[in-house]
């Protein structure tokens, strides 16, 4: 049964600071792993999908990696703004699935002014 | 450009009352569609996905189900609400599976059952 972790749990840093932000999952026959951002009370907002056969994607001051022999990934923020303060999610979409997502219970952030 | 529409925002319900949930997705045909529900302190968990009108597999046992009778509306229904049923329920949908396949979700409804 695929499952999904996220480290750490929550993280705090100061304003300007690059930040890493870690998944990794147990199965690696995957189609895809998607980087979402969620608000307080809002929903989801996707930020970067990795399809299985890539290494990295890039958008603005996101990068992500994928490993998937290893079962990895990572999502990179530079220079971090207040308004990056969100819980970041990591989600894997299971090949042979009908675009089922298993979800990590998500990394909380916060960036200090 | 596509867009998920997705409401109530908000909804308390008292024990035992039933639900509905509403879910329509624009600028897009024959899409997948997705219910997950997620709990305090807890990931996202699927509930239920829809490939086609009147398709429903559910991924859970569960006090609820859910219905496709259009193809771009998807609808979470309860006949009696149970206090664990409360949680922030997401609708989402996608064009296609595969590896290119991203998922785009709805902005969520609080339910609360007291």
């Known amino acids: 049964k695929q499952e999904v972790t996220q480290i750490p749990a929550a993280l705090s840093v100061p304003e300007g600071e690059n930040l890493v932000l870690n998944c990794s999952f147990t199965?690696?026959?995957?189609?895809?792993l998607q980087w979402f951002r969620q608000d307080p009370g809002k929903g989801l907002t996707s930020l970067l999908l990795?399809?299985?056969?890539?290494r990295e994607q890039t958008s603005g001051r996101l990068n992500a990696s994928l490993d998937k022999s290893s079962g990895r990934s990572t999502l990179y923020i530079a220079a971090s703004q207040p308004g990056d303060s969100a819980t970041y999610l990591c989600?894997?979409?299971?090949?042979?699935?009908?675009?089922?997502?298993?979800f990590g219970k998500g990394t909380k952030l916060s960036v200090k002014p | 450009s596509q867009t998920i529409h997705q409401w109530p925002a908000t909804l308390v319900q008292p024990v035992g009352s039933p639900l509905s949930l509403e879910c329509t997705v624009e600028?897009?045909?024959?899409?997948?569609l997705y219910w997950y529900r997620q709990a305090a302190g807890r990931g996202l968990q699927l509930l239920f996905y829809?490939?086609?009108?009147?398709?429903i597999s559910s991924e859970v046992p569960q006090n609820l189900s859910a219905s496709r009778p259009q193809d771009r509306q998807f609808i979470l229904s309860s006949k009696k609400l149970l206090l664990s049923d409360s949680g922030f329920y997401l609708c989402?949908?996608?064009?296609?599976?595969?590896?290119?396949?991203?998922?785009?979700f709805g902005q969520g409804t609080r339910l609360t059952v007291v």
């Open positions: 989402a949908w996608s064009p296609m599976t595969g590896a290119k396949t991203e998922a785009f």
């Open positions: 600028g897009t045909s024959n899409p997948n």
């Open positions: 990795i399809q299985s056969s890539q």
């Open positions: 829809s490939v086609g009108i009147g398709q």
């Open positions: 989600a894997v979409m299971e090949g042979g699935s009908q675009g089922n997502l298993i």
């Open positions: 199965d690696s026959a995957i189609y895809n």
